[in-house]
């Protein structure tokens, strides 16, 4: 039969403050992790990627930042706006090429 | 540039049937990904192919087959399908996956029931 869906952690942000998205990672080879914005009913978009051999990388009002340490990758959005409502995905890249999506946050912005 | 474009859009199967679905892109980008995604989960890559001719498994290959005969063109294939294929499928592709850019553009989904 038919698995069951997971329902997605949803954080919830108010227009105008900053949210944080967390994300864990398995593979220590991985040459470039990548997160990714999906809205309803479309496909994902790219928003920003940072190199392994890096810890933070800024883009256009986002923040990535990574820990190899622990394995962990974070996305910062500053001035959350309704707009950014979406469900975010980060992902990694290894094995020449191999494109692997984590677990996704559905991030709620509230007025 | 039309970018990625998948067809169908929609489809609905019976059991057993079988069905290809088509991914084209027009970006001249050497990796194309299939991935599934199931209602309130992650996108899991079926199959991934790095260049015309070569193909190679992702994390949920069973059930599916895949060809890259053109650069452009991407296709995965459904041989007998079964209920639990019923997903929304995407398709993907990116100048180069390991190296730097590693942008990858998604279709707008192909959204298959199986009864």
């Known amino acids: 039969g038919e698995s069951v869906g997971l329902h997605l952690p949803t954080l919830s942000v108010q227009e105008g403050d900053n949210s944080i998205i967390n994300c864990a990672y398995s593979?220590?080879?991985?040459?470039?992790f990548i997160w990714y914005k999906q809205e309803s009913g479309k496909g994902p978009q790219f928003i920003i990627d940072?190199?392994?051999?890096?810890d933070k990388r800024q883009g256009q009002r986002v923040t990535v930042l990574l820990n190899k340490t622990v394995k962990h990758l974070s996305l910062q959005i500053a001035a959350t706006q309704p707009g950014d409502s979406a469900v975010y995905f980060c992902a990694e890249i290894y094995s020449w090429g191999k494109l692997q999506f984590g677990a996704g946050t559905q991030v709620v912005v509230t007025p | 540039n039309a970018g990625v474009t998948q067809t169908p859009k929609f489809r609905v199967l019976k059991t057993g049937q079988s069905m290809t679905l088509l991914c084209a892109q027009d970006m001249n980008h050497e990796y194309m990904y299939w991935y599934r995604q199931d209602p309130g989960m992650g996108l899991r890559l079926i199959h991934y192919s790095v260049g015309e001719g070569t193909t190679a498994k992702g994390e949920v290959p069973d059930g599916y087959n895949v060809s890259r005969l053109k650069k452009q063109n991407f296709l995965l294939g459904l041989e007998s399908a079964a209920p639990s294929q019923t997903s929304v499928y995407f398709c993907?592709?990116?100048?180069?996956?390991?190296?730097?850019?590693?942008?990858?553009?998604f279709g707008q989904g192909t959204r298959l029931t199986v009864v």
């Open positions: 940072i190199r392994s051999n890096m």
């Open positions: 993907a592709s990116s100048i180069r996956g390991r190296n730097s850019n590693t942008e990858a553009f």
């Open positions: 593979n220590s080879a991985s040459d470039y």
